[in-house]
């Protein structure tokens, strides 16, 4: 079955930090790109970070800076390490994964920066 599992989200004040972590099932091979994006009540969902194959990542100007993707190529794991967390970061933030057979959403990690 293939599987994105999350984790990493919660409560933390304005200034903090989390570290969001994607693993996903050994059954996704060849993968092209990890993604993380996030969804704020009442809005679209948007693209924060990318890793692509080669190790090359973008981000968002909204986070560029404050944020940090990274992969864990043995384990299927993608990381977005979040700094300076703003209020306005507050969102479901959700994995993303696409490789030639398609692409797989994770069920989402709730994060809130409030003080």
């Known amino acids: 079955q293939v599987q994105l599992v999350e984790s990493g989200g919660g409560l933390v004040q304005p200034g903090g930090s989390l570290r969001l972590s994607c693993e996903a099932s050994?059954?996704?091979?060849?993968?092209?790109?990890m993604d993380w994006y996030r969804q704020a009540p009442g809005k679209q969902r948007e693209l924060v970070a990318r890793?692509?194959?080669?190790?090359?990542?973008n981000y968002s100007d909204s986070v560029k800076g404050r944020f940090s993707i990274s992969r864990a190529l043995r384990t299927n794991t993608v990381y977005l390490q979040m700094n300076s967390l703003k209020v306005e970061d507050t969102a479901v933030y959700y994995c993303?994964?696409?490789?030639?057979?398609?692409?797989?959403w994770g069920q989402g990690t709730q994060v809130t920066v409030s003080s």
């Open positions: 050994r059954n996704i091979v060849s993968i092209y790109a």
């Open positions: 890793i692509i194959v080669n190790g090359e990542t």
């Open positions: 993303h994964v696409t490789n030639h057979r398609g692409d797989y």
